[in-house]
């Protein structure tokens, strides 16, 4: 293994950047990417030299197996500028960690920490007039991983690549976010893949949540898919029940991505005393909630909204909005963590890293 | 929608071939390409004038949503010479329509009838003396469809190609196939997509499939996931039982794909007088013949083996041999379904058509 020899980048700069044709006040998620992308190639059992170099198309076999067999994994994180200029990263050791898991489950080899981690660092710096400053405001970082190797038969791939990419950001979603609680669809299987950040869950999801659009939805609430009773995550998101005062997530499972923002959403509200459980929610405990107006509140946690509040839910053809609350849990979590990501709080939890 | 006014294939022919090249004898599955590829890209909502060209590699963008959200199926299919060098297709109208169920959901654009049918052709055409005679060998086809526009976020992509590329190929497995029955991993779930030949199904796989080769395993036998106890497929086949003299296979559902060679073994064995019944087979009951001694044979059937027989299975660290038969149901039903193919036998039921 040459893993622990990485220990170098190679920079090869544009000549020439994009960053004055762009409008940094109308962007749309995930479209617009930076002058430079880093790419990691993977052969012969071991790692190359990873390469930071302009943005660009590359060249792909036409029976490369992630075309055929979806052996790819991401992840998603967001790079926050403070008013020094500083910039910093949120949790970057939870994605790297999520990162090789979701590897090792895709039969996908693991990346050195120095080609992800150091990767990251030098291209945001290389990157940095494109972090804006301002609540709001911030740098989407997306490392991937594809399987380039060529073959039309169904084992994993011999060549893999890595890459990062950046793509400047304003929030996610915007107005109402109404759900559906699905009933037939499912993102994940016992014993599949749903706990990894592989490609093949998303699109699984694009038809269910097309049809939910038509019908004037724009997320599922995933359930279990043996028995639809419980209530798991949203489409990127992790989702949060308030009934009464209390505020409840499901544990994480084979079938949930354990997600950063979640675990820093129990984390916080156990520092300001709310009172969190652990534990599945069941449909008809929502449904139940919510026709005697205990149920507060639902959102949405995931990096890109980083906390999404649900304004009204649909369930066996009956819909049921939510109260508008003044001082919502989501309100208070939400400004507590874009507060600490933004370095306008203190970091108590040691949660944001220096570039 | 132009999908009716595309009646036309620009063909640009390769100035070399490297068919001299080729080992035939000596072919592994899936790894040697022909001269010439099909490519159709879908653009504005509507299919473009497919081009067959110079197999080549091609340019991707980094963002392409197939790398980072899967959007991908495929089709799998053979062309076979037969002794007076007319080549044929084996029911193409079933993975047509497969191909545009599998697009459906996973919320792809459906290929039009001719951009498949008269691609395929044209392209076999062009690339004839790379279908071998002979029992055993053929012509693979892989028709796939990828999403190939832009941006990271989670909604299906505005932009795909269709792309047909062909593989010689000799018989796909070797060997003795030993199987585990899965009692914790799966590969579909219920609401998912295992029924459409979509990429991430397969690298769901490639991990479970690992540790199963690891110890001394070829195959899985997929159950169920909410319960483990029913018996639904393999990796790329669809699994028959046959206990005493009745053959049994699970019927399709939503987590199992509606299989070719599958429903052409059911037409064959009631044609040739066998008990066949679709239904599940419970794990149990397996055992239990296995045990008993009225467990006769298991085997595979997709469109790369054929017919797999499966020599022994593997459950709850429990090794099951089965008995070796002169007359299987196999052999008879491989034989029987290679001589169609090959025409080597008539085809009563109107499955093969010429190219
Ligand atoms: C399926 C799914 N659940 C939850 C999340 C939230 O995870 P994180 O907070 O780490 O972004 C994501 C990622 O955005 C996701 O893709
Ligand atoms: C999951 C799965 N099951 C079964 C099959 C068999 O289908 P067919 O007989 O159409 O090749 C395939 C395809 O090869 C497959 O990928």
Redesign the interface.
Known sequence: MTSNTLNEIEIIKSSTSKIDSVDFQNL????V?TDH?LVCDYKNGQWEKPVIKP?????????A????????I?E?MKAYKDKNDDIWLFRPDQNFERFNKSA????MPEVPEFVFMEGLKQLINLEKDWVQKGLGNSL?L?P?M??TG???????SQQYRF?I?L?PAKSYYSGEVKVII?E??????????GAAK???????????T?LANEKGFQQIIWTD????TKLEEA??MNVFFRINDTLYTAPTSERILDGVTRKSVIDIAKRDNLNIEVRSVLVDELVEAAKNGSLKEIFGAGTAAVISPISGFSYKEEYFELPKLENSFAMHIKQTLTNIQNKLAEDTFGWTVKI
């Open positions: 749309t998620f995930g479209n990417f992308m943005y660009a198309p590359f060249l792909m076999e036409p029976s197996k992630v075309f055929h067999y979806g052996q790819a991401f998603g090792t489950r895709m039969a989407y997306r991937f594809i399987a060529p073959g039309v038969i169904a084992a994993p890459m990419i793509s699905a037939h669809f499912s993102r994940a299987a016992n014993g599949g893949i592989a490609a093949g869950n998303y699109s699984a999801q694009f038809y269910p097309k898919d043996a028995t639809h489409g990127t």
